[in-house]
């Protein structure tokens, strides 16, 4: 079982930069690929970025690519997504999840966090 919480998330503007935090419980929680996916009012959830369990592979959106970094400690059991030179359009609840394969397919992830808003102002 993994217990994930999001937070970091918040106000910020086109051009800036925002780090959110994905903290994890649970003893397995480094065998576990982890992913960000966001959901916009009125949209589907949308793949944003996965990591593998070791950190070795990740994978972005092509919306995404060169300006978000996802990376993970697993000692501190937490992922982190950064995100530099958003856009309004990268507006939405962000979720991040858990998965034993490595999957851009949000119903491939048996656990996920809350959500952080994170809203871009142009």
């Known amino acids: 079982q993994v217990q994930l919480v999001e937070s970091g998330g918040g106000l910020v503007q086109a051009g800036g930069s925002l780090r959110l935090s994905c903290a994890a419980s649970g003893r397995t929680f480094s065998t576990y690929s982890v992913g960000w996916f966001r959901q916009a009012p009125g949209k589907e959830r949308e793949f944003v970025a996965v990591?593998?369990?070791?950190?070795?592979?990740?994978y972005y959106a092509d919306s995404v690519k060169g300006r978000f970094t996802i990376s993970r400690d697993n000692a501190k059991l937490t992922v982190y997504l950064q995100m530099n030179s958003p856009k309004p359009e990268d507006t939405a609840v962000y979720y991040c999840?858990?998965?034993?394969?490595?999957?851009?397919?949000?119903?491939?992830?048996?656990?996920w966090g809350q959500g952080t808003q994170v809203t871009v102002s142009s």
């Open positions: 999840a858990a998965t034993q394969g490595y999957n851009t397919d949000p119903s491939f992830y048996a656990y």
């Open positions: 990591i593998s369990w070791g950190g070795g592979s990740t």
